[in-house]
């Protein structure tokens, strides 16, 4: 797929509140080029809730209900069920939330609504923190992190998130990013296709939480996939398929570019470099991400088996 | 027109399927738990025609309530004393977003300290809310109002949501005798839902993006205009309910005996009930007592109150504790007095956690009244609790 | 279609919160002698805010381009610079 052939429409309307920069705003220009007008969205709170705009006026072309902070997927239960009652189930509900309202406070409404086959797609937009509140830590703030919330670096990984959603066995997932923008669109696609609860996560490297200037958004989103710390891939029926740069890793065809030109271009691992060189928790990311991609092979590794 | 003796919960459950919501999304808990479970049998066999989202929170169940309701169909859900706290966030959502959903909340005490008996406390609580409140006495009063608060919520002047709450197994487990009215009258007197504000593709509008400080305050003011308008509607509902099926249990107070009455019992639910039995006993040793029941605690029956209190004494019997504070209608008896009227006003706390209120408690919390033994305030046959 | 009711329902528009161009300290300055409508600019402006015309060249709207520099930073060309705003 080309660039040009991306539909022209723009729902997503210019004039938003979004920073300058925002990979939120590009991640969901595109989503929703890829889903069309007939959707229905529910955003709870977070940075999006606010990048609409101030009422009586919106920048999006389709209906939205804003939602509490944990509730996104219930709420798309509800109108998923009444779409249903009105003949319309042709029309996609989406949750666009972000990691705090998914990883978080929201994780039981998303397992909730992804256990009973809700017809809808979860999107996760993950600029790993709090970011509407202020860059406070969330459970997908990778290890080592600045934040408001810990200002030494964060001493815990972040959640294994997909691989809770797999462990759903919904019939479809996926790993995105702006940075990869036919790639996005294409899985929005795919997802859209099938019936039952769908799942896409989109990193989204916010330049104001991460510390990096803001015209390199989508570069820095190329350096997270390229160093493996951010992963493409798809999983349909419980079958996983890596793509791009990702499949390249994988495959031992190319080796991912060392961690460590990822984390020096971004202010909230500024304490791993200066005034000294934090060896161990370079290594503990290292090792983690080792793990991480250890099992990613596994996993395809079963698959080619026949397990 | 035919009689079925059934439990309040069976008896909500008949209503709730008669009145055809198309989503129902709840979530189990006692004593509340039958209305839910017979909801998923008429689903699952057939009888109601709905979805039916076996959510698993009640946060979740009134937040796929909002959805469903915002995407445009009639929508039901249930609930009790922990589930209601739980969703207590988005029963504000609901009442801010003019949703007209419809739920049951079975009064039962809040915990820590489990216990699952009749108490109002979860439900007054809840008061602030916006959604408008009625009070229920009897399983027949439970099957009407469910309907008439369908009618209610989705009227144009109010789109509030609406509380249907009756008490902990004494209502909600004991079986009364009930009319049941036909389906097509049912279908006469509740058309079908047709909602004033929607999420559709066709005509994309966003709802509850950011809101500035003067919008905030407009839209508070337009719902409360909305619940002043509810004292204006419920009575005409009920009317229009007694006009059609014969049944009538009062409007936005029940006036049992009030007229010549010089002492009157304030109560609701099945303190309520039982309060018609002592006035009944106490009329008979010649005292002129009266019952005003009420059974709508949102929106405060204001002038109601005003008008029944004028040359009277009036007795409130509160089975719910704003502690620090009072009993929920107590304390907005006394509010609705003031400056009106100085009829005196006595406040009992009774039957908290479920213990047992009899008309023969009344009858004497009435007597202590009548010969001017009573505190202004009093909780009722306290009992010492433990410590070593 | 408006509704009624008086609840936070907000209407779909452009330029919802005002003239975000005004937000710019740089500008992207287009050269298209330079461009060869690879529309890369296009796909990755987080605004919208570069048009797409019939033949796929683009056009910069300033009125609402918020002058964050990822179009200038992804043009394989370097057709699109940033400017002091003002200048």
Request: glycine fraction near 8%; charge should be neutral; proline fraction near 5%.
């Amino acid at each position: 797929m080309a660039i040009k052939d991306l539909p022209r429409e723009e729902i997503l309307l210019s004039g938003s509140a979004a920073c300058p920069g925002c990979p939120a705003s590009l991640a969901l220009r595109i989503v929703l080029k890829a889903l069309g007008k007939k959707t229905i969205l529910v955003i709870p709170a977070c940075c999006t809730s606010i990048i609409q705009g101030l009422y009586p006026k919106t920048c999006f072309n389709v209906p939205v209900l804003n939602m509490a902070f944990e509730a996104s997927a219930s709420a798309a239960s509800g109108i998923s069920a009444a779409m249903k009652r009105l003949g319309k189930d042709n029309t996609n509900v989406v949750a666009w939330a972000g990691d705090g309202g998914t990883y978080d406070i929201g994780i039981q409404s998303l397992s909730g609504a992804l256990e009973r086959l809700t017809n809808f797609i979860y999107i996760c937009y993950n600029n790993e923190m709090y970011s509407n509140t202020g860059i406070q830590r969330s459970g997908a703030t990778p290890y080592g992190a600045w934040t408001t919330t810990t200002w030494m670096g964060k001493k815990e990984h972040k959640k294994d998130f997909l691989e809770i959603v797999r462990a759903h066995h919904i019939p479809y997932l996926a790993a995105a990013s702006p940075s990869y923008p036919q790639d996005l669109f294409k899985k929005v696609q795919r997802a859209k296709s099938i019936k039952g609860p769908k799942y896409i996560e989109i990193l989204a490297p916010c330049p104001a939480g991460w510390r990096f200037p803001m015209d390199k958004t989508v570069e820095l989103g190329r350096l997270a996939v390229e160093t493996g710390a951010w992963v493409l891939y798809e999983c349909e029926n419980d079958v996983l398929t890596f793509n791009a740069r990702s499949k390249l890793i994988l495959e031992g065809k190319v080796e991912p570019k060392p961690i460590e030109d990822y984390l020096k271009v971004q202010g909230r691992f500024r304490h791993l470099f200066k005034p000294n060189k934090d060896e161990k928790c370079i290594s503990e990311i290292e090792r983690y991400l080792r793990v991480v991609w250890n099992r990613y092979r596994k996993q395809v590794g079963e698959q080619h088996k026949g397990n | 027109m035919k009689i079925v003796m059934d439990t309040g919960n069976r008896i909500a459950a008949k209503a709730v399927q008669m009145a055809r919501p198309e989503v129902i999304a709840a979530y189990p808990i006692t004593p509340q738990t039958v209305v839910v479970e017979q909801l998923a049998k008429y689903v699952q066999s057939g009888e109601l025609d709905a979805e039916y989202i076996c959510v698993e929170s009640e946060h979740s169940a009134m937040a796929a309530s909002v959805g469903a309701s915002a995407a445009g169909v009639r929508v039901f859900t249930a609930t009790s004393s922990q589930g209601l706290l739980l969703m207590h966030e988005m029963l504000h959502w609901a009442a801010l977003a003019r949703l007209p959903i419809v739920m049951v909340n079975v009064n039962r005490a809040i915990a820590p300290g489990w216990n699952i008996w009749a108490d109002e406390t979860d439900s007054v609580s809840q008061r602030d809310t916006g959604w408008i409140q009625f009070y229920c006495s009897s399983n027949q009063e439970i099957f009407n109002t469910i309907i008439q608060a369908f009618k209610l919520a989705e009227s144009r002047e109010i789109q509030l949501p609406v509380m249907v709450n009756y008490d902990a197994f004494i209502l909600s487990h004991t079986s009364m005798p009930v009319e049941v009215p036909e389906q097509k009258d049912i279908d006469e007197f509740l058309p079908k839902f047709k909602p004033f504000w929607k999420l559709d593709t066709e005509n994309p509008v966003t709802h509850g993006n950011m809101l500035s400080q003067e919008d905030h305050m407009g839209m508070r003011y337009d719902m409360h205009l909305a619940q002043e308008n509810a004292k204006r509607l419920i009575p005409q509902i009920a009317k229009e309910w007694k006009d059609k099926f014969g049944s009538y249990q009062g409007e936005l107070i029940e006036e049992y005996r009030c007229e010549d009455a010089e002492f009157i019992i304030t109560a609701m639910g099945a303190i309520g009930a039982e309060a018609k039995v002592s006035v009944d006993e106490l009329r008979g040793e010649g005292y002129k007592v009266g019952l005003a029941r009420v059974r709508v605690l949102r929106p405060f029956p204001e002038e109601e109150i005003q008008r029944i209190a004028k040359g009277k004494t009036l007795l409130v019997i509160d089975r719910n504790i704003s502690v620090g504070s009072g009993g929920g209608v107590f304390t907005e008896v006394k509010s609705a007095l003031y400056g009106f009227c100085d009829s005196p006003v006595y406040g009992f706390v009774a039957g908290l956690g479920g213990k047992d209120v009899t008309y023969e408690d009344i009858e004497d919390m009435v007597r202590r009244v009548m010969d001017k033994k009573a505190k202004q305030t009093e909780w009722w046959d306290l009992k010492e609790i433990g410590g070593s | 279609m408006k509704y009624e009711t008086k609840t936070t329902i907000s209407y779909p528009m452009v330029g919802a919160m005002g003239k975000t161009g005004t937000w710019r300290d740089f500008r992207p300055e287009l050269d298209k002698s330079k461009c060869v409508k690879c529309l890369i600019c296009w796909v990755y402006c987080p605004e919208g805010a570069i048009k797409r015309e019939e033949d796929d060249s683009v056009s910069i709207d300033y009125e609402y381009c918020k002058g964050c520099g990822i179009c200038a930073n992804e043009c394989p060309r370097k057709a699109i610079v940033m400017e002091r705003e003002g200048k």
